[in-house]
């Protein structure tokens, strides 16, 4: 399946990068990098690089660019050729315009007194502004428009040449969610953020040797044992030594991003021991319970909903059945339909499948409304091909709040649920009902305590927030 895609549909939340990198001896692990970035690919797609070393004078070997990672690496078997022990690698998703400017793609390489660093990162800095005014006021020099780079510019600062002490050091300066990778030519250390917002787990590749990753569908692509999941404040070092590790935030909560499960990790992940997939079914089979309807048949939007739509069919005794279908061969490419046909409800990506809905009841199954475009447009497409009613299903809460956390959802005002009942929302995106699966049943759904997830966007309830608002 193309979750690359999938996690591109217009109107819906966009995950903000996707790192990895390991530590081996005789291994091209170049290569099995380039492998774990098509395998995050879904992560982000705007960017991709990966830093390899150390070569000769302890360089460190860079390539990155815009674009796919099959884009930046037409010739990944080329990067056999790349002599390297440890690795960086990163895919990226970045906000507005600054996505747009090459020199924000990762891993970002900078020399310092002790040789080079190279780093990647997944998240966002509540305290940025702040670290970047101080730094910039000691006479910091910045590349990027990056939060990642502020770490850089905090371990040169710090004067250890050990990168793991100067991490530990700095490492607790740094607010907000993360989940980090960077190298210095000798090591690659690894570490979360003290609530654990972004995922990041250890795995343990055939023929010797570590690896870490955002998710463990990376470790399946490169034939790696998953370990665990690494801690909340926990860094870990790999190195010739092994694995070492050392908690660096103290932490006693664990926050990883429930939109994790929802919709953005592959559904052949597994985070904090649940996988993916089965989650998502739970969700569909919950949400048939608290919001059943009479209908003919189930559908689910390709590809993040399709899990949650088999569980609701399941459930609720109804078949399942393929009522859109995508094209997935738009990819990236921006081509802007005339007036008319955006009236009509053309979209290019998705298409209804007419001699399935004709004259149906559907049970159209999302995983989340953000804005309620992508809802509106998905429900003309249904009622263009015949489905008699359309009611919307969604394996999730309302989207009431913005994510402080790395996440790209629209400010509040923007959100159809801001400010709105769930009853006022059918007539805006053109349903004949409309039910939420309620917060309570999607963490059931997850298996883990309410305690062990940030669900912020959707109950108000921010583990952590920047300073204007009181942090
Ligand atoms: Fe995830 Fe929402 Fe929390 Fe952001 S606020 S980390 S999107 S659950």
């Not at 979750?3 to 990068?17: D, H, I, S, T």
Request: aromatic share 8%; hydrophobic share 40%; glycine share 10%.
């Amino acid at each position: 399946m193309d979750y690359g895609v999938a996690a591109q549909r217009p109107g819906k939340l966009r995950e903000a990068c996707g790192v990895c990198g390991g530590y081996a001896q005789d291994q091209p692990l170049a290569y099995l990098t380039c492998f774990a970035l098509y395998a995050l690919q879904h992560r982000g797609q705007e960017s991709a690089g990966i830093a390899a070393g150390p070569g000769e004078g302890r360089k460190i070997w860079l390539k990155k660019g815009m674009g796919l990672v099959s884009e930046v690496f037409p010739d990944s078997a080329d990067l056999k050729g790349v002599v390297s022990k440890l690795t960086v690698g990163h895919v990226r998703y970045s906000y507005g315009l600054e996505g747009r400017n090459p020199e924000n793609a990762q891993p970002l390489k900078l020399r310092y007194r002790y040789g080079e660093l190279a780093v990647a990162h997944n998240g966002h800095l509540l305290n940025a502004l702040e670290l970047r005014a101080e730094l910039e006021e000691q006479g910091a020099i910045f590349q990027t428009d990056t939060d990642s780079e502020l770490l850089a510019h905090l371990v040169a600062r710090q004067g250890s040449e050990q990168l793991e002490e100067a991490l530990a050091a700095v490492v607790p300066r740094l607010k907000g969610a993360f989940a980090f990778i960077v190298t210095d030519g000798r090591k690659v250390v690894g570490f979360r953020d003290g609530y654990g917002f972004r995922p990041l787990s250890l795995g343990a590749l055939q023929g010797g040797g570590y690896f870490l990753a955002s998710e463990t569908c990376a470790f399946d692509t490169i034939q790696a044992r998953f370990i665990r999941d690494l801690e909340p404040g926990e860094m870990v070092v790999l190195d010739e030594e092994g694995v070492s590790s050392k908690k660096i935030i103290a932490s006693e909560q664990s926050n990883l991003c429930i939109f994790e499960y929802i919709y953005f990790a592959r559904p052949d992940s597994n985070l904090q021991g649940k996988n993916v997939h089965l989650v998502r079914r739970e969700l569909g089979r919950r949400l048939a319970r608290e919001h059943p309807v009479e209908a003919d048949i189930v559908s689910g939007v390709p590809d993040s909903s399709i899990a949650a739509a088999s569980g609701f069919a399941e459930e609720a005794g109804l078949p399942y059945e393929m009522s859109l279908v995508k094209n997935r061969y738009i990819g990236r490419t921006f081509i802007k339909p005339t007036q008319k046909m955006r009236e009509e409800g053309v979209d290019l990506k998705l298409n209804a499948v007419q001699k399935i809905v004709e004259g149906k009841r559907v049970v159209l199954v999302d995983d989340s409304i953000v804005r309620g475009t992508t809802s509106l447009k998905l429900i003309n497409i249904m009622r263009r091909a015949g489905a008699r009613e359309v009611h919307l299903r969604i394996s999730s809460p309302p989207v009431t709040g913005s994510c402080y956390y790395g996440i790209d959802i629209p400010d509040a005002e923007d959100l159809i649920a801001y400010n709105r009942s769930p009853a006022e929302i059918p007539a805006l995106v053109g349903a004949d009902s409309l039910g939420y699966l309620s917060i309570n049943e999607v963490v059931n759904a997850v298996g883990l305590p309410k305690e062990k997830l940030c669900c912020a966007c959707f109950t108000g309830h921010y583990p952590v927030l920047p300073k204007l608002r009181g942090y």
